[in-house]
């Protein structure tokens, strides 16, 4: 999708996102619908519609794009995605896990639904993305194929959980190495932008030579994600992060600030978006909207 800056004719990524934001929005909000039990539905759509930057399903979509496909082929592909992501942050909230009141500008899904039902809305949302992927329709089913397998392995305890139990296990140590900090976070944030990617680039058809390349671009992009996310838990205010700012540094938590110091944290995430953007440059034009995203991931304040 073409967005370009009235003035000056380029690609604006301020426009691309707002356009593409609502778009998401309304298909999220079509995505579940309140049924019986009403209160699991409202559940699972208080978190999914609380906002959040769509960065996930906006990936998807612009990989998808790039590789020639169409929004309708990757749009529940998006939605699934979203409600991965949420699920996920409504288990990371619960008193078990980081135990916080504040989401998206919200209370937490178990302030509000009590942590039976968070843990359910969580299990609903996660259960129903796998659905929704496969429920795409006009699209061949040995490309969904390939997307439910990619996303199982980006959730489970290869991805996803894995990452976030090594994370508890870190918890409280005052010597994790920058490996084991790579691992929790390649896992826990990386897997599941690496999958928002790949899995819109294959639901266009793309080769596996094409998805390897994405694969990187999307891991160096994950992983500076990651970094700017823990510079803004220090440096950003809670009005700004939506959600509890200093976290880590009140649990003594190791992260690549607490490493290598702002300066160098800074300097890491600008190289991987640089990398990421430059093995692009073969797909011209179309590669815009994913080498904004890369920008937008290293400039970011929320
Ligand atoms: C997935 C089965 C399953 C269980 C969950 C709790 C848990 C296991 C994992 C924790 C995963 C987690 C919360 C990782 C942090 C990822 C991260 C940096 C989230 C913030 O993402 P943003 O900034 O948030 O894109 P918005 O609100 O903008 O969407």
């Not at 609502?22 to 999220?28: G, P, R, S, Y």
């Not at 909000?29 to 960065?55: F, H, N, W």
């Not at 288990?91 to 504040?102: E, F, G, K, R, V």
């Not at 500076?224 to 205010?237: G, K, M």
Request: with cysteine; proline share 3%.
């Amino acid at each position: 999708m073409a967005v370009v800056d009235a003035q000056t004719q380029e690609f604006s990524l301020e426009q691309y996102l707002k356009k593409q934001k609502t778009i998401v929005e309304a298909a999220l909000d079509q995505s579940v619908v309140i049924a019986e039990p009403v209160t699991i539905y409202e559940a699972m759509r208080y978190s999914l519609l609380a906002g959040g930057k769509r960065l996930r399903p906006i990936l998807c979509l612009a990989a998808c794009e790039m590789l020639g496909g169409t929004p309708e082929m990757a749009m529940n592909t998006a939605c699934a995605l979203e409600m991965i992501h949420t699920m996920s942050l409504i288990h990371d909230d619960l008193p078990a896990m980081d135990n916080d009141d504040l989401r998206r500008g919200k209370p937490t899904n178990h302030k509000v639904y009590g942590e039976d039902i968070a843990i359910l809305a969580g299990d609903g949302l996660l259960s129903y993305a796998f659905e929704y992927v496969a429920r795409t329709p006009n699209v061949p089913a040995d490309r969904l194929l390939q997307v439910v397998i990619r996303l199982g392995q980006a959730v489970g305890a290869e991805g996803l959980v894995g990452g976030q139990v090594v994370d508890l296990q870190s918890e409280g140590k005052t010597d994790v190495s920058v490996e084991t900090l790579n691992f929790i976070h390649t896992h826990k944030t990386g897997a599941l932008l690496e999958v928002c990617v790949t899995s819109g680039a294959i639901l266009a058809g793309a080769q596996p030579a094409e998805i390897a390349k994405l694969s990187k671009y999307a891991q160096n992009i994950g992983l500076a994600f990651q970094i700017v996310d823990d510079i803004l838990d220090i440096t950003a205010t809670q009005e700004e992060l939506g959600k509890t700012a200093g976290k880590d540094l009140d649990a003594q938590k190791v992260t690549y600030p607490s490493l290598w110091g702002l300066e160098k944290s800074r300097l890491e995430a600008r190289k991987l978006v640089s990398e990421a953007i430059a093995s692009l440059e073969i797909y011209g034009e179309g590669a815009n909207p994913l080498k904004a995203l890369a920008e937008y991931i290293v400039n970011r304040k929320n």
